[in-house]
Each structure stands twice: as C-alpha cells, then as structure tokens.
C-alpha cells in the first residue's frame, strides 16, 4: 500500500516533521533524502570486501527482470529499472519481492506510482536489459508497451511472462530496499528460454 511506503520513506530518515509535511495524494509517495546508507559503524570492519562479495554471490545465477511503473503527473514519462534480484514470495495472498539500491534515481518515482509491473525476460532480451541498466537515458524510446490490466504500468511488448501489481510493504535491507508487491493480475506467453544472468555475463538453457 502506498501508506506503507510513506510510513517507510518518513522513518528512514526525513528531516521534516509530520505535521509540517503535506500529505500525499492517494496512490502517490512523496519522495524524501535517502539516509546514510552504511550498515556498519565508521570503527568497525565489514568481515568480506565488496569484491569478494560480488565474486562469491556472482555464482548464484539468476533470471532478469525489468521493473516498470507508469508516468505521474510531475513526471516526463514511465519508470523502469533493469532489476535481477526478483522472487516469489508468499502464494496466499499472492505476493512477489524485488530489491533496489536506497540511492536508485527510478525507486522514489515508483514509490510515488505505488505500483509497478514485473516484466521477466526472454533469452533474447539481453539487449533491451542492457538499456533499462543505463541511468539517465529515455530508457523507452523505441520500446513498444501497453498498459498492465490492474495498475496501468508499462507491460513490454514479447516477454515471457509479467506480473501486475500494487506495493504492499517495504523494508531495509543495509544499503538496499526489500519491496513488497501485491500481485494484482499476470500472464504468461508459456514458451520460450529465460535470460539468464551468471558472474557478469547473460546465458540461456542449452541441451
């Protein structure tokens, strides 16, 4: 819910106060500074580096998603992100999960939607991830899309398979956000490889 999200961006950090903020429009988040983003104190010592971090976890592979959430009325156009870190979560009631870093320029402007659409890619889509990764660029030009069903975000034209759905919680996870989404509508084309994503490189299922 998009009162989630609020309660959320307010806690982590707002230097303004609740009775001097205006309240938000229903179904919008207004946006607020990011906190620091250090999990550890200045005195003390991560137990593995960054890149040792990123060597060992680049061993899980995984599939690739691109998070979309329609334009708003303060913005130039609709949101997307190229996101890898994408699960189910719950089946009754439905619920699916994505992380994003807390210092992402897309997460406030899908926070303000409070909904988003998750669009799996196909093996062949490497290329449209690779642009949706670019921070800055009108990641849409070019990039057929009709409205999802429920929540109206960007649903790309020939992926497998895309979820529809409203924000439903959000949690901290050290120098990221755990985001909560309420499945609203879905559909699959039912063939076709997943891209793939394994230490750095795109792949595909092979025989």
């Known amino acids: 819910m998009a009162a989630t999200v609020v309660r959320y961006l307010r806690s982590a950090g707002s230097p303004t106060s609740a009775a001097t903020e205006p309240e ?8 607020t500074p990011r906190p620091a983003l250090r999990a550890v104190g ?16 680049g061993n899980f592979a995984s599939g690739v998603t691109i998070i979309t959430a329609p334009s708003g009325a303060d913005d130039e156009g609709p949101a997307g992100f190229a996101c890898q870190s994408f699960a189910s979560l719950s089946l ?13 320029t897309t997460w406030p402007r899908i926070a303000r939607a409070g909904v988003f659409c998750v669009n799996i890619l ?7 991830c690779r642009a949706f990764a670019v921070s800055g660029a009108d990641k849409f030009a070019g990039v057929a899309h009709t409205p999802a069903p429920a929540t109206g975000s960007p649903q790309l034209d020939a992926v497998p398979a895309w979820i529809d759905c409203r924000i439903h919680a959000v949690h901290t ?35």
């Open 92 to 104: 009754d009631p439905p619920l699916v999960t994505f992380m994003v870093a807390r210092t992402s």
């Open 24 to 31: 938000p429009a229903p179904g919008r988040v207004d946006p």
């Open 42 to 57: 200045e005195d003390e010592r991560a137990p593995v580096s960054p890149a040792q971090f990123r060597a060992v976890l």
């Open 122 to 128: 196909g093996a062949d889509q490497g290329p449209l």
């Open 173 to 207: 996870g050290g120098d990221h956000l755990i985001v909560v989404g309420k499945v609203e509508a879905m559909g699959a084309a039912g063939e076709g490889d997943p891209l793939l994503f394994h230490k750095g490189r795109f792949g595909r299922f092979a025989d």
